[in-house]
Each structure stands twice: as C-alpha cells, then as structure tokens.
C-alpha cells in the first residue's frame, strides 16, 4: 500500500451536529477515497461532467484537481452528439504522460427500486446493512444504497471498536432518505444503529427479567465495581452485587474480592419491578455458602479468650472479627477496669488487633459479647492476694467529692476515704479542705469487699493513738486495770475502758455474782480521774482503790465479787490485734 495513502479517519475528526451536510461529507469522502483508489489504481466508478470536446477526446470534471479524458469513439456514433454538460459513468484507469486521468466508460446501472427503504423509513422502522468502510466522522452502510452512520450513532465506545464493525451485518434506523440526490444526483441517506442496539438491549432485558425469580442461582459476569458493590450481568439482565452480600466476613473493598470480567454465582435476593424503567436485581454470593454462626457453639465458649481485629466502632463501643464472619461487640463499659471510657477509639482503633474474653453468645440473635478488660487480667483477684484489712496501702487522689476522696490503689483499683476517715484533729467541711487531685497519700485499708469490688480507707488511723500505744505497750497475757462501763447479762459480755478512748470487750462467766446497780446505792459516780488512774496501772495489777469523797460513788475492791457498772477490776488480755485495734479480756 502507498505510504502517502490518507488512513482511516478516527471519531473524533467530527462532532456530531444535527444541522451537520451530511451529503457533502459523503462527496468529500468519495473525492478522497477516489483520489486514494486512483494511485493505487483501483476502479472506482465516478459520476463525471463532459467540460470540453476535442475532434478525439472528451474531457471531463472528475472532481479531481486535473480533468479525465476519454476517446470520443468510446461514444457510439447512433448516440446522441457528446456536449458540454453531459453527465456520464467512467472508472480511472490511470494517467497518460501529460497528467490527464485516462478513463473508461461504464454503462450506467439501472435506477434502483428503493420503495422498501421509503417505507421502512416512514414507520421508523429497522433495515439490514453491511457496514463497508471506516470514513471521517462515522461508518459507510450497504443498505441497498450508500447510507452514512455517524460516529455518535454507532453504539460503539471508541474507534477501535467502530472499525472492527466493517464487513459486520448490521441493523440500523434510517433517520434521513434523500432519494434525489440535491446536487450529486446520487440518492444519500443517513442511519442510526445506537437506538436500535440499546431497544434490541431493553427487549432483551425485558425477556430475561421475567425468567427469573427471587431464589434462583444464577451464573453471571462482573460488567463493573463500584465502592458500594459490583454489577453484574445475568446474560442481558444487570444485578447488583451490594458489598456486604460478597462474603460473610467483612469486605473493605469490592476490587478485594472481584474483577471486572470475572464469572460469579449468586442468588437472587430480590426483585423489585414497582417502576418497570427502573427494574432493581438484588443478588448475594455469601448465601450460597455455609454461615459462620452455624458452627459457633462449637467453636467458642463463654470465658475464651479470643484474638480479633476491629472492624468498626460506635458510640456504645467497638465490633471485633474473631473469625471470617463473626464479630463479637466490646461494650464502652467492658473496655478498661479502671477508668471510665468516653469513647471507644480513646481505647482501640478500626484495625487494631486486639485479645478479648468472650463473655456471652447469643446463636439466635447471632451476637457474641466480649470483654477487653478481662483479658488483661483482673486486679482485684490479685489485690485480694497481698492487701486485707489493716494493710497500708499508698496512691494518688484521683477524684474528690463532698463525701470523700477516691484513691487510685492499683491500675483498675480505687478505694474511697470517707470524710470522717481524712483527720481526727479537726471537723473538715469538704474533702478539699485537706487533700488534692494528683495528690500521694498513704492509707489503711479498712475494708475490703470483692464482690462489690469495694475499698474503704482511712488515713487517720496511720496517725497513733492511745490505744496504738497501749497494744505497742502490752501482749496476750498481760493482768491490766479497768473499769466495767456497762454489762449485758444477755450475752454474758461486758464493755471494759483501760485507758481514754481505749475500750475491750471482756467476757463474764455464767457463774459471775449477780450485777449490782451501785448507781441506785450511793447516787452517780465521778470517773473524771479514772483516765489517768487507770492509765498509771497498766502495767500493774489492779489495788484497792481509796474511799470516795462525800457525795461521790464508792469504788468497790477488786476482791469483791459482784460485778458492778464503774468497778474497776484487774483483766487478763485475751485478743490483741494491732492492724484491726481490737481488744478483748477476761477476768483475771
């Protein structure tokens, strides 16, 4: 082929206009594909005009730059004398040696019947063409005559695949019929195979949605991914594909798990036909395949410890993947055992890998609960291993209120010192008065409940007191002074005062002397001394105590034997327990 012969023109050498000439687009296509066929010397046949006569030769308009010529013999001698103006048929052979086009005489073909294209014209209706060549803007169609398809008409995407339409059989519209021809003479129409192909589309569409039905399993292709899912050609019906029907785990992205072109089974999970030019084709692959909760209860237990990944939070708290298509919910409350969680991604983010303990599985509902903080282990089981009542434990204050102030303990262990357990040297108002957020303090513990996961603390009781220094003074065994404050012949015990603010409980024997109300006897008796009377025979045995003053109580001796409310006696410590400050006595 010539290197200078001009290549096919593509769609984008013109746009399409429906006051566009198409006819003069046919003539200028026809002038340059005759110009390519003459260098190659093909055998175009040309409508051309007698411009001159020569006593041998007839010249002719060709439509080319240079006239063609041709013998005037070639006209027989019976036909009508050859003039300027006349219209004949010839082919170029080639060029003589001074440039003319050297032609030959065809015999002009008989006029076409072209009724059937006037009627398949008037009703709109679709003909056969064969589609003959690429030309500039669009396609050339046999359709009986020469016919021009525009580009945009096609019902192609790109030249490529317009070009691989020629010697195709196709089905077209005719959208212009110009049987007359304007000034060529020659008869043009114009076509159109876009609306057909996207009716022949729509009809097909129409015959495959009513085959199916919701349930069937269908085979289909993936035409195209979006990021809400694919859709995917049912053999002419399109379905769509949604993400979160491609598989039971979690999708992050169509193009993770499809491509387009790939062949994909599915069941049809809805039909919606409420707006026939919008019909909808719901389809799902996950429901072919066996689902994750069925094996669950086999799988998992209550108290397991899994390892997941969050998919995705919420303001309630944060979903884990413990497995491909079972997610498990850490509830906002279950996240930390310390300190109150605002929000879930204060604690894990979307993508984290975490380890959780599962802590309830619903298989109906098909939801699993899980905890975050169990899995870390719970402080309180090990606190309760190595603190108890007495011990003395240090952190900071972490919050106060108007009732006390709450002390970080351990990570997830806070015990509260009750405002009455802050100081013993004054009466405070608020908690504030003496302590500080953020704020160490040391404090005894008091108190420990597990099952409320409670602690109550004290830090006055790190301050000594007298009875501090009375257990620090004395052990089980010693003979100490007291007096007997009250008795209770119910239980057989009697509350003992050894010192100020130092009280014991002493248990009486069955067989003990009745009680007798010395108070009724002598009128009420005067201890304002006895704290310090007491306190000088701690480390003795009790003695006879003197005659009270006029109009005070008689003391009774320790020898006496009935017990009396205000007898001061000698008692033997049984019980001497520093950490919890309890006493406990009996008669010595």
């Known amino acids: 082929m010539d290197t200078n012969t001009p290549l096919p023109p593509t769609t984008s050498d013109v746009t399409e206009d429906e006051n566009y000439d198409f006819a003069a ?25 007698v411009v001159a006569v020569s006593a041998d030769t007839v010249f ?34 080639g060029r003589d040696t001074d440039g003319y086009y050297e032609l030959t005489r065809q015999r002009t073909a008989t006029p076409k019947d072209y009724s059937s294209l006037e009627e398949a014209f008037e009703a709109k209706g679709t003909v056969l063409g064969t589609v003959t060549g690429v ?45 007359e021809g304007g000034e060529s003479g020659r008869p043009d129409a114009v076509v159109d195979r876009r609306s057909v192909v996207e009716e022949e589309a729509r009809a097909s569409a129409d015959q495959r949605f009513s085959e ?34 491609m598989a039971w785990h979690r999708v992050a992205n169509p193009a993770d798990v499809l491509s387009v072109g790939d062949s994909v089974e599915a069941k049809i999970l809805k039909i919606d036909a409420t707006d026939p030019a919008r019909r909808r084709i719901s389809i799902g692959m996950k429901q072919l395949l066996p689902h994750p909760w069925d094996t669950v209860s086999e799988q998992f237990k209550i108290g397991d410890k899994v390892t997941g990944t969050v998919t995705r939070d919420a303001d309630f708290g944060a979903f884990v993947e413990i497995a491909p298509g079972i997610e498990g919910l850490i509830h906002i409350s279950e996240m930390a055992w310390g300190k109150k969680v605002r929000k879930p991604s204060d604690v894990v983010k979307v993508g984290d890998s975490v380890e ?146 130092i009280i014991a409980m002493c248990s009486i024997p069955a067989e003990a002397a009745p009680v007798e109300d010395l108070a009724t006897k002598t009128g009420p008796v005067d201890l304002s001394n006895l704290g310090s009377l007491l306190g000088s025979k701690w480390k003795t045995s009790a003695e ?29 410590l049984t019980v001497l327990e520093p950490e919890t400050k309890k006493l406990a006595l009996e008669l010595a």
């Open 544 to 572: 006879p105590s003197k005659p009270a003053a006029k109009g005070k109580a008689v003391v009774a001796p320790s020898d006496d034997k009935t017990l009396k409310a205000g007898q001061i006696r000698s008692f033997r």
């Open 25 to 49: 687009l046919l003539r200028e296509n026809d002038q340059e594909r005759a110009s390519a066929v003459d260098r190659s010397g093909g055998s175009k046949q040309i409508d051309a005009t």
């Open 212 to 245: 199916l039905a919701e349930g069937d399993v269908v085979n289909g292709t993936v035409r195209s991914l979006t990021e809400y899912g694919a859709f995917v050609d049912l053999a002419g019906a399109d379905a769509l594909l949604h993400i979160s029907d």
């Open 356 to 501: 959780a303990v599962i802590l309830g599985i619903d298989t109906e509902q098909k939801r699993m609960s899980l905890g975050l903080k169990q899995a870390l282990g719970d402080p309180w089981a090990e606190l309760v291993k190595t603190v108890h009542a007495g011990s003395v434990v240090e952190g900071p204050v972490s919050s106060i209120t108007k009732f006390g102030a709450f002390v970080t303990i351990a990570e997830g262990v806070e015990g509260m010192i009750h405002i009455s357990e802050i100081t013993a040297e004054k009466r405070l108002n608020h908690p504030s008065d003496v302590l500080r957020v953020g704020e160490v303090v040391q404090a005894q513990v008091l108190e420990i409940d597990r099952e409320k996961r409670q602690l109550k603390l004290s830090i006055k009781q790190l301050v000594p007191t007298g009875i501090d220094e009375f257990i620090a003074e004395h052990a089980v065994g010693d003979v100490v002074t007291g007096r007997l404050i009250d008795l209770d012949r119910v239980s057989n015990t009697a509350r003992v005062e050894l010192g100020e603010g």
């Open 60 to 93: 002719l308009d060709i439509g080319y730059k240079t006239e063609g010529i041709l013998p005037l013999s070639s006209f027989p001698a019976s036909d009508k004398a050859v003039e300027p103006g006349d219209k004949v048929r010839v082919t170029v052979k």
């Open 135 to 179: 030309v500039k803007g669009g396609l050339t169609v046999d359709i009986g005559m020469r016919a021009f398809l525009p580009s945009s008409r096609s019902g192609t995407r790109d030249a490529d695949e317009m070009a691989k339409l020629v010697g195709q059989e196709i089905r077209v519209r005719i959208t212009t019929l110009d049987l």
